[in-house]
Each structure stands twice: as C-alpha cells, then as structure tokens.
C-alpha cells in the first residue's frame, strides 16, 4: 500500500513562493496519475493540479493556472507543487492524492476527488496580505 506524506507548508506573505512536495512510500507510484487539492475552513476540497503518470501531461484550476507548477520525480517517488505569486486565497491545507486504480486513464475527471484512492494527511499554507 502506497502511503503519501506532504511536507513544504507554511506562513509566507502574499507575492511569496513555496514548493510542496508529496513522498510515496510502500510502493512506486510512477504508474499513477498524481493531483494537488486544497481545502479551506468552511469550503468543499476543490482540485488544484494534475499530473499524469509520464509527466508529460499537466492541468490546473484556472485560479492557479500560470502561478503554480506540479512535476514529478520517478527516482525519489515524489511530486512538487510549486506555488508562486501566493495570495491570501490561496490558504488551504493542501492534499497530495493518486489514483492507483487508473480511474482517470479509464475516462474519470481528473479534477473530482472521486478519482483518487490515496490521500495523504495535508500540510497547511498560510498567506498573508
């Protein structure tokens, strides 16, 4: 069973740059499409990023396009979500998540929470104005 663990999460101010990342442990996860959630008090877990399994395919909610990056690294089974330009919005805890069941190559949306089986615990990102 694969296990995620995210790390990165912090205080920064607006204009601000952070880089999360998201280790695997347990099992390779290089065959899995990967995405980045967050979730604010009060608000629903909305889809913040994708990559696909060979990281040549990448998508992102319009309220991050253009500031935030998502990549992978095969060899240290870990994927990075580079948040620059962060604005007070953009506070959240943020999910790493896989689908390990291939439901997105099979035609799920890859922005729903339902396509993802594994979850890790979330890390917090604080910015202030």
């Known amino acids: 069973q694969v296990q995620l663990v995210e790390s990165g999460g912090g205080l920064v101010q607006a204009g601000d740059s952070l880089r999360l990342s998201c280790a695997a442990s347990g099992r390779t996860f290089t065959s899995y499409e990967m995405g980045w959630f967050r979730q604010s008090p009060g608000k629903e877990r909305e889809f913040v990023a994708l990559i696909n399994w060979y990281g040549n395919v990448r998508a992102y909610a319009d309220s991050v396009k253009g500031r935030f990056d998502i990549s992978r690294d095969g060899e240290k089974n870990t994927v990075f979500l580079q948040m620059n330009s962060l604005k007070p919005e953009d506070t959240a805890v943020y999910y790493c998540?896989?689908?390990?069941?291939?439901?997105?190559?099979?035609?799920?949306?890859?922005?729903?929470?339902?396509?993802?089986?594994?979850w890790g615990q979330g890390t917090q990102v604080t910015v202030s104005s």
């Open positions: 998540a896989a689908d390990s069941s291939s439901q997105i190559r099979r035609g799920s949306e890859y922005n729903s929470q339902r396509s993802y089986d594994l």
